[in-house]
C-alpha cells in the first residue's frame, strides 16, 4: 500500500533463519528494479541468521518464467522457501494482465503442490517511479518484506510438521 513503508517491521516478530535455506529466484527484465529488491531481501535474510552459503540465487529471464524457477528449486535442491522476485511495469497493452494473473497463479499452485514457501516478490506497478518507490525508495524496499515472509512462513511449516510428528507443545 502507498501509505505503509515496506522495510518497516517489528524485528523481534521475526524467528531466526539460522538452520534455513532459502532459495531466490532473480528476474533480469526490469533488472535497475530487481536488483534493488534482491539486495534489500539479501540483506534482511542475513541479518536475520541466514547463513550466506543458504541463500542460493538464480536469473530467469522475464516475469512470466519465475514459475518454473521456483519448480525446479522445489524439484532439484534442499531449500526450505523459495522467493520469487521481479517487476512488471504496465504498458499499453493487455501484456501486463497476462503475466501478473499467470505468475500470480502459478506462485500459488507451486506452494500448494510443494507444501513449501513460494513467496510472491514480484512489482506490479503502473510506471517506473511506482517501482523505484517499493524498490528503495519513498515506500521502502519489498525485499525485506518478501524476505520476512518467506522466514516466517518457513517457521510456520516446521512448526506444523512438527506438530504432524507429536513433537509440538503448546505453552
Not at 524485528?11 to 528494479?33: A, H, R, T
Not at 536469473?59 to 524439484?75: C, K
Not at 521502502?140 to 517457521?155: C, I, P, Q, R, Y
Request: aromatic share 8%; hydrophobic share 40%.
Amino acid at each position: 500500500m502507498a501509505t505503509k513503508n515496506l522495510s518497516d517491521y517489528d524485528i523481534n516478530s521475526v524467528p531466526s533463519g539460522q538452520d534455513m535455506k532459502i532459495g531466490i529466484v532473480l528476474s533480469d527484465w526490469n533488472n535497475d528494479i530487481t536488483e534493488l529488491l534482491l539486495e534489500g531481501a539479501y540483506k534482511t535474510l542475513i541479518k536475520h541468521g541466514v547463513l550466506p552459503d543458504n541463500i542460493l540465487i538464480k536469473h530467469v529471464p522475464g516475469t512470466f518464467e519465475l514459475t518454473l524457477g521456483a519448480q525446479l528449486f522445489a524439484e532439484y535442491t534442499d531449500v526450505d522457501g523459495i522467493i520469487c522476485i521481479g517487476c512488471v511495469i504496465k504498458g499499453e497493452t493487455s501484456h501486463f494482465e497476462y503475466i501478473c494473473q499467470s505468475i500470480t497463479q502459478g506462485l500459488t499452485q507451486l506452494n500448494i503442490d510443494y507444501s513449501m514457501p513460494v513467496v510472491f516478490g514480484v512489482l506490479t506497478t503502473n510506471t517506473l517511479e511506482q517501482a523505484k518507490d517499493r524498490a528503495g525508495g519513498k515506500h521502502g524496499n519489498k525485499g525485506f518484506e518478501v524476505a520476512v515472509t518467506a522466514l516466517k512462513m518457513v517457521t510456520l511449516v516446521n512448526e506444523m510438521e512438527d506438530f504432524d510428528d507429536g513433537n509440538y507443545y503448546l505453552n
